[in-house]
């Protein structure tokens, strides 16, 4: 079984920075991409960031030059760094991971339980 655990979520005013971090275990081969999704209520789950086994690196308009995706293959663990947050940037974060459970694809989908973020204003 393989498990996503997010950390770091919490309260920060309007302008600060809030660090996420999420961790996999589990048996498995290796992790192709990774992302942060977040679903504020009342709205449909959207990409926060992703970032592929290489590096490379995906953001919305809404986050860019806000937001910083990174990971560390050798842990498992993909990071988001959030700074200048705004108060539309309250929601719950969730971890993704494009697992590889067995030498050959397919991947399998994996989530996190998610983090809350809330930004005051």
């Known amino acids: 079984q393989v498990q996503l655990v997010e950390s770091g979520g919490g309260l920060v005013q309007a302008g600060g920075s809030l660090r996420l971090s999420c961790t996999a275990s589990?048996?498995?081969?290796?992790?192709?991409?990774m992302a942060w999704y977040r679903q504020a209520p009342g709205k449909q789950r959207e990409l926060v960031a992703s970032i592929t086994r290489g590096g490379n690196t995906n953001y919305p308009d809404s986050v860019k030059g806000r937001f910083t995706i990174s990971r560390d293959n050798a842990k498992n663990t993909v990071l988001l760094q959030m700074n200048s947050l705004k108060p539309e940037d309250t929601a719950v974060y969730y971890c993704?991971?494009?697992?590889?459970?067995?030498?050959?694809?397919?991947?399998?989908?994996?989530w996190g339980q998610g983090t809350q973020v809330t930004v005051s204003s």
């Open positions: 993704n991971g494009a697992v590889l459970i067995n030498l050959f694809p397919p991947e399998t989908d994996y």
């Open positions: 589990g048996n498995f081969v290796s992790i192709n991409n």
